[in-house]
């Protein structure tokens, strides 16, 4: 199916011809086009204009209003104020633009980016030997909904996910390991990946107890790092094991989020090894690193610490240890010459901006990036209690991630099973729909909020049926789903000869917005902007209940199939749109 022109693009190409007509040196201007409350759309950029041309504004527009044809498209135009022009469309023109959206079944009308490239998109990165805590959601499901968005558009999508497997922890975790072989025996060989991270987590924090307390182990637990990074065969054996145990887990979590990880795409630290000597060399020969007291130094004019001093971006430490620095620059020019990518993108946490940012510089200094590959932090805020303070369990502890999932998922089966007899639903329904609810709650909550701001996890808010909440939107399509099955022999279709009630005419306004918003999303990594184009739209359709009814008797066929054809495009956009944050919508709730 070939795209199809949003209405506002099209009054904005009408718009731009009359001004051409009227002041050919405005050829080309942006008419500065909006939705408006006086009409469908109002253009103010002939103020502008006229102010250039130092002619009177109300006067240029009643001149570009005499060259608009109306007819098809524009009903009316008319000047307003000092020289705003009001737009409405025709209701066929609304109609007929709805029905070729309509007829492509995939996209819904929207097109292709004009000018796609390749993204790396680095997210989701969890440590191996350590349990995924709420930390680790709004990166997970950031990344996710950015990642689906990216690829809808067109472009090229290679997914990566830096996880922690290297470093000093893992010869303190290997010595322990030896030392107390029988601390990860499993006794039962069907151990699930949650017990098993379990184990590793709690023989984690026991080597961290034993590594701060004793300084014998803490010299073997050093030495074991050098034997891994030496390729000791021992050592990488029961390093490869962790990892494994580890992967294990993180696919489990993942599936609990209803989110696609390959294992290909999982490149962590170590995969990166190899690079680090000559992502130091190549620093230090070009100059952009220089050595300060035995340490390989990126040093900046606007980084300085609560002395006044410089502070560096440490690449190689004074005992030939390498440090993040030297990994993610190494990342960075893996990413670039062989992945040969154009975006670089890192969702990331705030907290780590200042990080990323001399990283970035550094790269940039060194000539790998440029104009033409560019990398991007999307930061994002933290997690936060009802109370307004970093979410964390009664005991003080961070909140692991699966827990605060499965009680979501209890907490959604709740609110599924009370409608349940009414919406005739089976038990495996409950269960499921529970499931899409309650992960859906979650991550609409993460996704609705501005990615850099923090936000407080509320899930009594999250799953309820009123207010800016993903059920809110799943209740919405599972109800047309309704009116769909009640429908009888009449199927949707559209009748552009009708008339447009106010509240079609606001859905159908809202709908032909679906794809710029789409695109405007995936230019600027704000999912959040798609989540609040989703629940306006739900939104509208609770006002076009209200105000239209569906399958009423006292309505024509025509209408009634109108109706249909405009509910079911709702619905369809509705699922298309929530599928690209990630979210499930049941056809019945």
């Known amino acids: 199916m070939a795209p199809v022109t949003s209405l506002s693009h099209s009054v904005e190409q009408h718009l731009s011809s009359a001004l051409s007509a009227t002041l050919p040196e405005a050829a080309g201007a942006d008419p500065l086009l909006r939705r408006s409350d006086r009409a469908d759309f109002q253009a103010n950029g002939i103020l502008a204009l006229a102010k250039k041309a130092k002619a009177n504004p109300r006067e240029l527009a009643t001149q570009v209003v005499s060259q608009v044809v109306t007819g098809d498209l524009i009903g009316e135009i008319e000047v307003s104020g000092p020289g705003f022009l009001n737009v409405t469309i025709t209701d066929g023109a609304i109609t007929r633009n709805l029905a070729a959206r309509y007829a492509d079944t995939d996209r819904l009308g929207v097109p292709h980016s004009g000018h796609p490239g390749t993204t790396v998109i680095d997210y989701a990165q969890p440590n191996v030997a350590k349990e995924m805590h709420v930390g680790h959601l709004r990166s997970a499901v950031i990344g996710d909904a950015t990642v689906q968005i990216l690829e809808f558009t067109g472009e090229s999508v290679v997914r990566r996910h830096h996880i922690g497997d290297w470093g000093t922890q893992f010869g303190m975790l290997i010595q322990y390991l030896d030392e107390h072989p029988h601390e990860l025996d499993h006794k039962d060989s069907q151990v699930s990946g949650e017990e098993a991270m379990s184990n590793l987590d709690r023989l984690y924090k026991a080597a961290r107890r034993l590594f701060d307390a004793d300084e014998e182990f803490k010299?073997?637990?050093?030495?074991?790092?050098?034997?891994?990074?030496?390729?000791?065969?021992?050592?990488?054996?029961?390093?490869?094991?962790?990892?494994?145990?580890s992967k294990i887990y993180f696919f489990s979590v993942f599936e609990k989020l209803d989110m696609e990880i390959r294992d290909e795409d999982i490149v962590g630290e170590s995969g990166y090894n190899d690079m680090l000597a000559e992502t130091c060399r190549l620093l230090e020969e070009s100059g952009v690193a220089v050595r300060s007291e035995g340490a390989l130094c990126v040093f900046f004019e606007d980084v300085k610490g609560p002395d006044g001093n410089?502070?560096?971006?440490?690449?190689?430490?004074?005992?030939?240890?390498?440090?993040?620095?030297?990994?993610?620059?190494?990342?960075?020019r893996d990413r670039v010459f062989q992945l040969k990518a154009n975006t670089l993108l890192y969702v990331v946490d705030a907290r780590q901006s200042l990080h990323f940012k001399m990283v970035f510089?550094?790269?940039?200094?060194?000539?790998?990036?440029?104009?033409?590959?560019?990398?991007?932090?999307?930061?994002?805020?933290?997690?936060?209690?009802?109370?307004?303070?970093?979410?964390?369990?009664?005991?003080?502890?961070?909140?692991?991630?699966?827990?605060?999932?499965?009680?979501?998922?209890?907490?959604?089966?709740?609110?599924?099973?009370?409608?349940?007899?009414?919406?005739?639903?089976?038990?495996p329904e409950i269960v499921e729909n529970g499931r899409y609810v309650g992960v859906g709650a979650v991550k609409y909550a993460d996704l609705s909020t501005s990615a850099v701001r923090d936000y407080k996890f509320d899930l009594d808010q999250m799953v309820s049926l009123n207010g800016d909440t993903s059920v809110y939107l799943q209740y919405a399509y599972a109800r047309i789903q309704s009116i769909l099955r009640k429908a009888g022999e009449a199927r949707p279709a559209a009748h552009p000869e009708l008339e447009l009630a106010p509240a079609e005419r606001a859905l159908g306004l809202h709908l032909d917005q679906f794809g710029e918003t789409v695109h405007e999303v995936a230019a600027a990594y704000e999912p959040h902007k798609l989540a609040a184009y989703l629940y306006q739209l739900a939104s509208h359709l609770t006002t076009f209940y209200d105000q239209c009814h569906v399958l009423s008797p006292d309505n024509s066929p025509e209408v009634v199939e109108n109706r249909l054809f405009l509910v079911d495009l709702t619905a369809r956009t509705l699922h298309l749109g929530m599928t690209l944050l990630g979210i499930r919508t049941p056809d019945k709730l």
């Not at 994002?380 to 502890?397: A, I, N, Y």
């Open 310 to 332: 410089p502070v560096p971006l440490i690449v190689q430490k004074s005992d030939g240890g390498y440090g993040y620095a030297a990994t993610d620059l190494s990342a960075i």
């Open 219 to 245: 010299t073997r637990a050093r030495r074991r790092v050098v034997d891994l990074q030496a390729g000791d065969p021992h050592t990488l054996a029961t390093w490869q094991k962790f990892v494994d145990e």
């Open 361 to 427: 510089e550094t790269a940039r200094r060194a000539g790998w990036l440029n104009e033409d590959v560019k990398a991007h932090q999307l930061a994002f805020g933290t997690v936060l209690g009802k109370d307004g303070k970093p979410f964390k369990t009664r005991e003080g502890e961070t909140v692991k991630l699966v827990d605060l999932l499965d009680e979501a998922v209890d907490r959604a089966t709740t609110v599924v099973r009370e409608k349940a007899v009414k919406v005739g639903l089976s038990e």
